[in-house]
């Protein structure tokens, strides 16, 4: 009887201190840190995990363009107000986040983006384009692709711009957590990829 006793509590102890499923790196109990892990494999750190900021607004995209410097990569995004004095003109929200392939732009088609790992930055309230009238007038003219072969910036891809919401995919070569610099008078945003 004794025996019978002592293998109950046992067993027990045993299912009240083990949770199902703990091989999850990103499960942890009460009071116990939790590491997330990233679309590439890799944990997530403080300073790689996913950005938001900016304004709610409405902009239009006029320009996009690639840098190499010394010490990191850049992709800068310039805007351009719309002129409605009840818009504040500024750089609208956005979301940075790494992300997995496939990708696909908005019509569905299966788009390929060089690197090694990847992120989707989504601009809301944003858009290259609008009508005046029945007619569409494009504000950014410029490429939809990049491929500035740069140290750690492999590629740069428009996936979508669909209902003033904007969507890229940046691909780089080698693990390198992105900073983002915004300024509202400016209307600019520019993410680093440090070397």
Known sequence: MRRTVVGVLLIFLLVACTRPGTDDPTVGGPGVPTSTVSPSGRPDTPECSGQQGGTETYVWLTDVSTAQGSVS????FQFQSVGD?????????FELAEAAPPFADESDRRIEVDGVVHYRLIFHGATGAHTEGERVVET????????????????????????????????????????????????????????
């Open 85 to 93: 004095p009840q818009v504040t003109p500024a750089v609208p929200k």
């Open 73 to 76: 990569d850049t992709v800068t």
């Open 140 to 195: 950014y003219k410029g490429p939809r692709e990049f491929k500035p072969g740069f140290p750690v910036l492999a590629e740069l891809e428009l996936l979508g711009d669909f209902e003033a919401t904007l969507s890229w995919i940046a691909g780089i070569s080698r693990d390198s957590c992105p900073k983002v610099q915004t300024d509202d008078s400016a209307l600019r945003m520019t993410l680093e990829f440090p070397h």
